[in-house]
């Protein structure tokens, strides 16, 4: 009940009714299990997605014992007094989120791990870290899985009546109006294929790219994913495992050029001769993950790179690198695919994955 009152005052609207389902939710599971009470108390406390990462962002520092620091007496304002249960009541540290006897917890108001990680570069996190950032991208798949098309539909919780469908249903009444047919928004599939470099040179970055593609490729239909290095591989069907674990043994099982070197220009041209004929149309996001760095000949990289181009509708490349400030486009591979490129951007922290998860959902 404090965590609920706790939500309700930060903005989320956790009514009586969704209360009631959670404590029958709660019944059927075993609390103990962070992941099944975390998931039972965001599925019946969460109506909105943009309500997700608030949500996490409050229930890990107070289920990790900091619900002193994170409650205070306006938290209690909305609730009738009689509906409180005493601060005592209630023992947190059984639902230790990271049970660390030699951490000490530390009092940090936070909101979303996004807030707290957003400026620090992936190749610097923690694997405690990371993990937060793995729900940041689940999320974002979410997201883009549910961007909504300019195209319309049937959709009878929508307020746009549909004039037509109204007056033809009309015609089994005599003509009278009896029920308003109403059309909304279609939601669009992101058709997206990524091709990510696991050279030598992206090795610092290599676990969270591992973890971006797990989470786009589960999180989206109809994602094609190959990763490159001397030569392409698909791991399209090796990333489709219900654990990110066992997804990754898979890969480094399968893959054997991982760390090596790093020749773009005929990665591409194999994936434009064998698999873009299958993969890529005029409405396919290709997503390019990779350094720039290239020691094959640039003259392929360059043709190549032009009949990417033409076939899909756009290519967005992610750089980590890009994240330096100081940083210029002057190795010779990321010089000359620049030219081809529609969107360059960063992939370095949490908050430029956020805006590539924005422009995939505006533009898919």
């Known amino acids: 009940m404090e965590f609920c009152h706790l939500l309700r005052a930060k903005g989320l609207e956790v009514t009586a009714s969704r209360i009631i389902d959670t404590f029958r939710a709660l019944k059927a599971i075993n609390v103990f299990k962070r992941d099944d009470f975390y998931t039972a108390l965001e599925a019946n406390l969460i109506s909105r ?15 990790s014992g900091l619900s002193e620091v994170m409650i205070s007496a306006s938290c209690l304002s909305g609730w009738e007094s009689e509906s409180r249960l005493p601060s005592h009541s209630l023992d947190t540290s059984r639902f230790q989120l990271e049970p660390d006897e030699t951490e000490t917890p530390q009092c940090v108001a936070m909101y979303s791990p996004a807030e ?14 990371l993990a937060q950032v793995q729900r940041l991208i689940a999320s974002m798949a979410r997201q883009m899985a549910t961007a909504l098309s300019r195209r319309k539909k049937a ?20 003509g009278e109006v009896m029920e308003l047919k109403r059309r909304g928004p279609k939601v669009g599939k992101t058709k997206m294929v990524l091709l990510c470099d696991i050279s030598g040179s992206m090795d610092v970055y290599t676990k969270f790219l591992l973890q ?7 999180g989206l239909r109809g994602v094609e994913t190959l990763v490159f290095s001397t030569r392409l591989t698909r791991v399209t069907s090796l990333l489709r495992r219900r654990h990110i674990n066992a997804a990754l043994a898979l890969i480094s099982e399968t893959v054997q050029d991982w760390s090596g070197g790093t020749k773009i220009g005929p990665c591409i041209r194999e994936f434009n001769d ?9 409405k396919t996001v290709v997503v390019m993950i990779s350094d720039g760095w290239d020691t094959g000949d640039t003259s392929i990289l360059d043709a190549e790179m032009a009949r990417l181009r ?9 750089n980590p690198l890009l994240g330096n400030p100081d940083y210029q486009p002057l190795c010779k591979g990321m010089h000359t695919a620049l030219p081809y490129i529609h969107d360059f951007m960063p992939v370095h922290n949490a908050e430029s994955l956020r805006q590539f998860g924005k422009l995939v959902a505006r533009v898919a």
């Open 116 to 129: 707290v990680l957003s400026r620090k570069d992936f190749g610097k996190m923690s694997e405690t870290e």
């Open 310 to 318: 033409a076939r899909s509708s756009r290519i967005v490349w992610l």
């Open 155 to 174: 959709r009878e919780k929508s307020y746009v009546i549909d004039q037509g469908r109204t007056m033809r249903r009309s015609l089994r009444y005599g």
């Open 274 to 282: 064998i698999m873009a004929p299958h993969m890529v149309t005029s």
């Open 212 to 218: 971006l593609l797990y989470g786009v490729q589960n």
């Open 49 to 63: 997605a943009a309500d997700r990462e608030l949500f996490y962002g409050l229930f890990q520092p107070f289920w």
